[in-house]
């Protein structure tokens, strides 16, 4: 049986998991992130981590590894990132955790890495055309058409925040432009939303679900009015790609049925007819989809 191990980088934490060629979990390990310590604590850390999971497990024959920012696959560098880890862009990922590991690596994005777990074992398995949407702190997609993932020539496909939406005219993003979906959508800003049109003081998006589940108009008005934006997204993306399957993951998912009713009531409004059924549910796996998925391009590198 093969082994690799899946690694899946963020600017909070950091983990690592042993996996089998069947796509069986056999070990993980997390550890905080060192973000503000820059590149080379992230990466000694990333190298540990790999090094617990696989210690006396046998013989590990290739590393994938899912990051946050626009990651180069050919390369294996990091091309872009925000300042979530201090100066992650420029990094050369591949290269530094194979010197560190003497093992063969593969690269990704966290969000690809995130589509490839589902598509492999959870919420998308079966199908090879899926459409991932994870929905947090920002707003993220990726594109899997015949049981691969679609990069693009920039390695920067599946940013479905940054498509516009009449919803978020006028409003900024957080990538510097405006009118784009993330600005009214994702978690910060439907906490923003809420906190600008209520009196009641929220510690964060849980609490506007919860007030939204107990009637709160405020509450069921920015969660409703969000969903549906993100949907009339969702539904244009499909008409583009075709999807067998929409799986829709990240923190703001879990908002609750009025999240997501709003959601897919946004998605037909724009889909033809012909994607009137195709099926439309959460992620199945949680944290576990990115390790899976990473590990999934190490096995394409063990052969």
């Not at 980088?9 to 820059?38: C, E, H």
């Amino acid at each position: 049986m093969t082994l690799v191990v899946g690694v899946d980088i963020g600017g909070t934490k950091t983990s690592a998991g042993l996996v089998d060629s069947s796509g069986t979990l056999l070990a993980v390990r997390t550890l905080p992130t060192p973000a503000a310590q820059g590149p080379a604590a992230v990466l000694d850390t990333a190298a540990g981590l790999v090094a617990e999971v696989a210690s006396g497990a046998g013989d590990v024959t290739a590393v994938g590894v899912g990051s946050a920012g626009v990651v180069d696959p050919r390369r294996g560098v990091i091309v872009s990132a925000t300042g979530a880890i201090a100066g992650w862009a420029g990094t050369d990922l591949r290269g530094e955790v194979s010197r560190r590991l003497g093992l063969p690596v593969t690269v990704g994005n966290d969000v690809h890495a995130h589509a490839l777990g589902e598509q492999w074992r959870g919420a998308a398995a079966g199908y090879a055309d899926v459409l991932l949407v994870a929905v947090g702190t920002g707003i993220g997609a990726s594109v899997v058409l015949g049981g691969r993932v679609l990069r693009g020539a920039h390695s920067v496909a599946g940013h479905a925040g940054h498509v516009p939406a009449a919803a978020a005219a006028g409003r900024p993003c957080p990538c510097g432009g405006h009118g784009h979906v993330e600005a009214v959508a994702s978690g910060p800003a439907l906490l923003a939303e809420y906190r600008a049109r209520a009196a009641a003081a929220v510690s964060g998006l849980a609490d506007v679900a919860r007030l939204a589940a107990q009637g709160d108009r405020i509450a069921v008005s920015v969660l409703a009015g969000g969903a549906a934006a993100l949907g009339s997204t969702i539904g244009g993306l499909m008409n583009v790609i075709d999807p067998e399957v929409v799986v829709v993951g990240g923190g703001v998912a879990a908002c609750g049925e009025l999240w997501w009713q709003a959601l897919r009531e946004g998605i037909a409004a724009e889909v033809l007819p012909a994607l009137r059924e195709v099926p439309v549910g959460p992620a199945a796996l949680g944290g576990d989809a990115a390790l899976l998925g990473a590990a999934r391009m190490a096995l394409e590198v063990a052969g």
